[in-house]
């Protein structure tokens, strides 16, 4: 791997033979299939696909998205979009009961400090004069 410095910035590309130039990587038709099947896996992600096989992710979609437009293509189809109801059929209101209202809680506080505990109920519906009160004591 070169170092050398090129206008203030340091250059780690690996020396290569040749031309000096950087060349494209070709793949395989049968690695390309490996992948795009890969990606068909239910749960499996495009970029984990990607990743494991070495390649940018992009490019797998590009592979994926030309073997669906191939005809006789052996990906698998999505599965088929919900079906809508047509605009004529009628929509009706449907009444629910609904649950009683439960009875109103009390606050339940529960304090420690060294060997002293305090217990206490507190009405909910004063809970800013109880939130007064605990901020009180804490100080």
Known sequence: MSTSTLGGHVNTTPEQSGEGRRRRRLHSDEFKANAVASCMQPGISMAAVAMANGINANLL??????????????????????????????????????????????????????NTSISMTWPIDAASECAAWVRELLR
């Not at 998205?65 to 599965?79: F, H």
């Not at 088929?80 to 109801?85: D, G, S, V, Y």
């Not at 059929?89 to 060294?114: C, H, S």
């Open 61 to 114: 979609r590009r592979w994926v998205q030309s073997a669906e437009m191939r005809p006789g293509s052996v990906v698998p189809d999505a599965p088929p979009a919900p079906k809508r109801q047509g605009a004529n059929t009628p929509t009706a209101f449907v009444p629910m009961q609904l649950p009683a209202k439960a009875a109103a809680a009390d606050i339940r506080i529960e304090l420690r400090r060294g």
